[in-house]
């Protein structure tokens, strides 16, 4: 069955209810849209229905269906920020998350998560409610795929479907829904969706000695074995300074991370523009070194996107 109507949390003692399905379009999507990828959200994640068509009904009913989960309309001066038929923003667990009607497929969007609620609940776990949202929805007999914008075609309406091989140690590809010959690997920076992520690490003016007594006797009783070509970030730097004086952090962040060489978390840590840019540095340099630590490869793989960008 369909969920059509659903209460909503008001400042005010009256009850009011949300019917979805009686909402306007939003006039300029791609305006919406515009305003929305401005706010520093992590790459869409689609959803993509067989048939190549959302299901009548479904996007409405599952609007209804996390307001009724404890989801709230994102307000602004007192007011829904986004509230359409075809474009809803959401508060969830002190996230930002919008969801779009594209007809064809839903897209979601969550904003980066701070420092402050990076632990708070993950874009993995939002993927997994929505899912299961979904699933509950009676009147949805066909079945459903993650799926992103295709990377060949990123101003087409239509997406590219995402594919977990088996064997699982197989690399993750897309397939173009419109264009059977476009495929390719995954993109890194989708990873986070599908994949539990290291947490962030505890600022240092939050940590306490027992913590740094009990993080160092675990570190020492867990760390791997000394890497040959492991080196400390001081090193590097020391021998990079001046490739890396002519370069910005958040570009090599991205590549790092597109590479699977250092965590999501890792990459929102060197962005973190309340530090100086020495700092941010210091703060790559250090994922780096981690990364290096676990596989060898890696550093010659930072090696390359240093050249690049410091040409």
């Known amino acids: 069955y369909?969920?059509?109507?659903?209460?909503?949390?008001?400042?005010?003692?009256?009850?009011?209810?949300?019917?979805?399905?009686?909402?306007s379009n939003v006039d300029n999507l791609a305006a919406k849209l515009e305003e929305i990828r401005g706010n520093e959200h992590l790459p869409p994640l689609c959803i993509s229905f067989d048939g190549g068509c959302v299901p009548s009904?479904?996007?409405?009913?599952?609007?209804?269906?996390?307001?009724?989960?404890?989801?709230?309309?994102?307000?602004?001066?007192?007011?829904?920020?986004?509230?359409?038929?075809?474009?809803?923003?959401?508060?969830?667990?002190?996230?930002?998350?919008?969801?779009?009607?594209?007809?064809s497929h839903f897209s979601i969007y969550m904003c980066i998560p701070t420092f402050a609620n990076a632990l708070k609940i993950s874009p993995l776990t939002i993927r997994n409610i929505i899912h299961d949202s979904i699933k509950h929805l009676q009147c949805t007999t066909l079945s459903f795929q993650d799926a992103i914008r295709c990377p060949s075609h990123p101003e087409a309406a239509h997406v590219a479907l995402w594919h977990l091989p088996e064997p699982s140690d197989e690399e993750e590809y897309y397939t173009c829904t419109v264009d059977d010959t476009c495929t390719g690997s995954m993109p890194?920076?989708?990873?986070?969706?599908?994949?539990?992520?290291?947490?962030?690490?505890?600022?240092?003016?939050?940590v306490t000695q027992s913590d740094q007594s009990s993080t160092l006797t675990e570190s020492i009783s867990h760390s791997p074995a000394p890497n040959p070509v492991s080196k400390d970030a001081a090193s590097m730097f020391h021998s990079y300074?001046?490739?890396?004086?002519?370069?910005?952090?958040?570009?090599?962040?991205?590549?790092?991370?597109?590479?699977?060489?250092?965590?999501?978390?890792?990459k929102a840590e060197i962005d973190n523009h309340m530090f100086t840019l020495q700092e941010r540095m210091d703060k790559l340099l250090a994922a780096v070194q981690r990364a290096i630590n676990i596989d060898s490869q890696n550093y010659e793989t930072f090696l390359d996107i240093l050249w690049k960008e410091g040409k």
């Open 241 to 266: 300074s001046a490739t890396l004086r002519n370069v910005n952090p958040d570009d090599i962040s991205a590549h790092l991370l597109a590479n699977n060489v250092i965590s999501y978390y890792e």
């Open 2 to 23: 369909l969920k059509l109507i659903s209460a909503v949390s008001t400042s005010g003692n009256s009850d009011m209810y949300l019917m979805p399905a009686l909402l």
């Open 57 to 103: 009904g479904v996007f409405c009913s599952l609007v209804a269906t996390l307001l009724q989960k404890g989801w709230k309309l994102c307000m602004k001066d007192e007011k829904p920020y986004c509230c359409f038929r075809n474009c809803i923003t959401f508060s969830y667990q002190r996230r930002t998350i919008t969801l779009v009607d594209f007809y």
């Open 188 to 206: 890194g920076d989708y990873q986070i969706w599908r994949k539990v992520q290291p947490p962030a690490p505890t600022p240092p003016h939050l």
